[in-house]
């Protein structure tokens, strides 16, 4: 079975600003969030086409969402 999704109250969730909905970043507290960027779209993603969700080494043994975001969020070289 696919490794659990992260929940945005787990420890290190919260630590990161990580939402499973992006779109519900505080932007006050993460004022360099923007609506373009998801985990789909960070450098640190790690999925093949088509996976309904990925992995990312800051979160290890369990999977991000591809709508999410976290303050670690990094443009794609
Ligand atoms: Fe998503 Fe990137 Fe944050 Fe990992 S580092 S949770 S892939 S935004």
Redesign the pocket.
Known sequence: AAPALVKDTDANAVA?G?KTDGSKTDVKKYPKYAASQ??AN?A??QAKAGDAA?A?P??AGKQ?APK???S???KKA
């Open positions: 990161l990580y998801n985990c960070c640190l993603y990925g990312c800051l979160f991000v999410a975001w976290c670690a969020w990094a």
